[in-house]
């Protein structure tokens, strides 16, 4: 991985928990991708999420403090770092990186038939 690559910060959801009524708190987690001008990408392992579950102590119902903010940040302060790397032409430790889906409608999108793939996933599982 070369400076050919720039990070950024994306977003997933994800289940943080369940509240007290029973129902699942969807949340955001945010993470870092680096990225080529092809469209072929990585994602960092580390994740930050955007809430937590907390549970009162006097009414054992659960909550989830908005944390979106302070887990942008980290995610951002990461991002930040890896661009400086790629800048300097520092190694990228393959072990904290995992190849993730091209960029849609990008070159290595195209290159790698990723919507073929899907087509056939999808009837093969009908």
């Keep these: 991985m070369n400076a050919s690559y720039t990070a950024h910060v994306a977003t997933d959801l994800y289940n943080a928990g369940f509240?007290?009524?029973g129902h699942p708190f969807i949340a955001?987690?945010?993470?870092?991708?680096?990225e080529n001008e092809a469209g072929r990408r990585f994602r960092h392992q580390a994740t930050f999420n955007g809430t937590q579950e907390v549970v009162c102590p006097e009414t054992g119902d659960s909550y989830f403090p908005?944390?979106?903010d302070q887990a942008k940040a980290k995610a951002s302060k990461l991002a930040i770092r890896v661009n400086a790397a790629l800048q300097a032409g520092q190694f990228l430790a393959p072990t904290f990186w995992e190849e993730i889906d091209p960029a849609y409608g990008s070159d290595s999108y195209v290159d790698q038939g990723t919507e073929a793939k899907r087509l056939f996933a999808e009837k093969a599982a009908a």
Excluded: G
């Design 19 to 21: 509240s007290c009524d």
């Design 66 to 68: 908005d944390m979106r």
């Design 28 to 34: 955001e987690q945010y993470y870092v991708v680096i």
